[in-house]
């Protein structure tokens, strides 16, 4: 067992959420990780073999959090350990491009569950305990999208709203407690979010994105630091968040629009 105590980290199998995992792992955490994987998925494992080797333990929990069960299954997994969570970073989200009125029902849905309902459900679990001991941390993976109206991402923006809404309700509930909240809000990272959301034919997702490492680095400073949010990672990201404080959110929409409107509607004038 560690010295640190448990940790979990959902959506581990890449990107954010596994440098997540493998800074929590060099500072002596034992690890549950999950992700939701389709039939010969593995990247959750690949994962869990680098955070060993810092000596930790690391247990690996393949879950849909989209569901009810999911998020259930994964915190029987956490109880089974017989460890209070130390530290927990509630990472796994999806993102889905397009015109709304185009886009399939059950996957815009599936956003909505995954980045909303889950995070909710699972919060909901965690904090109890966390309180009780008075003491935890909590990290919320936002999104600079939450600051502004989503063209052709509007489902997506709409989720990260609500995530930063609700860290930052919480950072008030709980400011008397030995509890701290943390909003991570990453900018376009370089991760596999953008082709899995159907984005490569749009300019963010063919422009410059940020290192994950670098976005996780962040996040995981301010948790430990028990700060209310970071907005990660390069300087053109946290710009974009200054001159959100400040633009119309028409005017945010049209910006965002440009961006994330798929390159061959641009051309068709529409």
Not at 71 to 84: E, I, K
Request: proline fraction near 4%; glycine fraction near 10%.
């Amino acid at each position: 067992m560690s010295t640190s105590g448990l940790a979990l980290v959902t959506g581990a199998s890449s990107g954010i959420g596994a440098e997540l995992a493998l800074l929590l792992a060099a500072d002596g955490f034992d690890l549950l990780l999950t992700a939701e994987e389709g039939p010969g998925g593995d990247g959750l494992e690949p994962v869990a073999v680098r955070c060993r080797t810092a000596g930790v333990e690391v247990q690996t929990v393949r879950a849909d959090l989209r569901t009810d069960d999911g998020v259930r299954a994964l915190h029987d997994a956490v109880l089974a350990t017989g460890q209070p969570v130390e530290a927990a970073a509630v990472n796994a989200g999806i993102g889905l491009g397009g015109a709304f009125v185009d886009a399939d029902l059950e996957d815009l849905l599936d956003v909505v569950r995954l980045n909303v309902a889950s995070t909710v459900h699972l919060t909901r679990l965690l904090l109890p305990a966390m309180v009780a001991r008075d003491a935890g941390r909590l990290l919320l993976t936002s999104s600079i999208a939450s600051t502004m109206p989503g063209s052709y991402q509007a489902v997506y923006n709409a989720s990260k709203s609500f995530v930063q809404s609700l860290a930052e309700a919480l950072q008030d509930e709980l400011r008397n407690t030995g509890v701290s909240v943390t909003s991570l809000m990453p900018g376009p990272t370089e991760t596999n979010f953008f082709h899995r959301a159907g984005m490569d034919d749009t300019r963010i997702g063919q422009g410059p994105q940020d290192d994950a490492a670098d976005v996780a680095q962040q996040g995981y400073a301010a948790l430990m630091a028990g700060e209310d949010r970071v907005v990660a990672a390069s300087a053109m990201t946290k710009a974009q968040e200054l001159a959100a404080k400040v633009l119309p959110d028409k005017v945010k929409a049209a910006l965002h629009r440009t961006m994330a409107e798929p390159r061959d509607e641009q051309g068709s004038g529409s």
